[in-house]
């Protein structure tokens, strides 16, 4: 079991930054692929970013060049650093760590970016 809590949150006026943390309990995150989406209201969850146990990146097309992605597997946490935020960046973020072998896939409880002037 792993047990995710995100921060970082908050709001931001357009062309500002945030960074987001996720705290991993109960497991190794360096055992497991580690991911952030996002869900606005009225939309499907989305993936933003994601690294691998090796540490390869990958980014939704939206974000490229914005967002990075990082992990410490020494603090167990990993990060999203959101530069040039625009307005449609608003939305929960959530965390999540997924792994094949054995199975597991979970998530954070979610945290609310909001991108206004």
């Known amino acids: 079991q792993v047990q995710l809590v995100e921060s970082g949150g908050g709001l931001v006026q357009p062309g500002g930054s945030l960074r987001l943390s996720c705290a991993a309990s109960?497991?190794?995150?360096?055992?497991?692929?580690m991911g952030w989406y996002r869900q606005a209201p009225g939309k499907q969850r989305e993936l933003v970013a994601a690294i691998t146990s090796g540490g390869s990146t990958d980014y939704a097309d939206f974000v490229k060049g914005r967002f990075t992605i990082s992990r410490d597997n020494a603090k167990n946490t990993v990060y999203l650093q959101m530069n040039s935020l625009k307005p449609e960046d608003t939305a929960v973020y959530y965390c999540n760590a997924r792994r094949i072998i054995p199975t597991g896939d979970y998530w954070g409880q979610g945290t609310q970016v909001t991108v206004s002037s």
């Open positions: 109960g497991s190794a995150i360096r055992l497991y692929a």
